[in-house]
């Protein structure tokens, strides 16, 4: 069973560029999540979706980031414009459907510098 | 506050079982925990999870206290593929993941 693809693996860019990451899902898994992970901290849930509607965002700060999933399959999450404090590895990960009790399958991530 | 709280860092002897400490004093009633690990420029892995018994898996075993204010993660025999940081995440009733800081475990041979 294939994992979560995410890409690019690596990312640099200046302050105030437009960035956009992509995310497609472990098939057949409804819910998928965006983290942001700043280095030495734990990662903050940035949005949820299930299937292609959200179930939170409240952690998205939506003057600057957005995030979809039209088809309920894959996904991407934009930055517009990138500040220093954007530099941080963003975290896709997925599972079967909303609920505590689902574990999580994470991909390897995109690492951001904004210089 | 609902974050978790979890030493910075813990050291093991390989071959030797690893408790893992974990806070979560303010937890609710619906509240999962679950416990995740990342090793070095991956995303983190699935451990365990559990609500109010002792879990166990091929992984590790996941002790919860008995008021749920605090839960240890066991690792019955650590390896040296066991170093990395582990997270004691709070997953909510609306479904909402709290990670904490994490643990680094180092494993010395």
């Known amino acids: 069973e294939a994992g979560v693809a995410q890409s690019p693996r690596y990312k640099i860019i200046e302050k105030r560029q437009s960035v956009a990451f992509w995310c497609n899902p472990i098939?057949?898994?409804?819910?998928l999540y965006w983290y942001q992970q700043i280095l030495g901290q734990g990662p903050k849930l940035l949005i949820q979706?299930?299937?292609?509607?959200?179930?939170?965002d409240s952690q998205l700060p939506k003057d600057r980031f957005s995030a979809e999933r039209l088809k309920g399959v894959d996904s991407t999450l934009k930055i517009q414009p990138a500040k220093l404090e954007d530099s941080a590895v963003y975290l896709c990960?997925?599972?079967?459907?909303?609920?505590?009790?689902?574990?999580?399958?994470f991909g390897p991530g995109t690492r951001l510098t904004v210089t | 506050d609902a974050k978790t709280t979890q030493p910075n860092s813990m050291e093991s002897n390989e071959e030797e079982p690893v408790h893992l400490p974990c806070n979560h004093s303010?937890?609710?009633?619906?509240?999962?925990i679950h416990w995740y690990r990342q090793l070095p420029s991956q995303g983190p892995e699935y451990v365990i999870h559990?609500?109010?018994s002792n879990v166990n898996n091929r992984m590790a075993s996941l002790a919860i206290a008995e008021d749920r204010k605090s839960s240890t993660l066991i690792l019955h025999r650590a390896t040296l593929r066991d170093a990395a940081v582990y997270y004691c995440?709070?997953?909510?009733?609306?479904?909402?993941?709290?990670f904490g800081t994490g643990t680094r475990l180092k494993v010395l041979a």
């Open positions: 990960a997925s599972s079967k459907t909303s609920g505590a009790s689902y574990e999580q399958y």
């Open positions: 098939s057949g898994h409804a819910t």
């Open positions: 979706f299930q299937n292609n509607g959200v179930v939170d």
């Open positions: 303010t937890i609710s009633g619906t509240d999962y």
């Open positions: 559990g609500l109010t």
């Open positions: 995440t709070r997953v909510t009733g609306t479904y909402k993941y709290i």
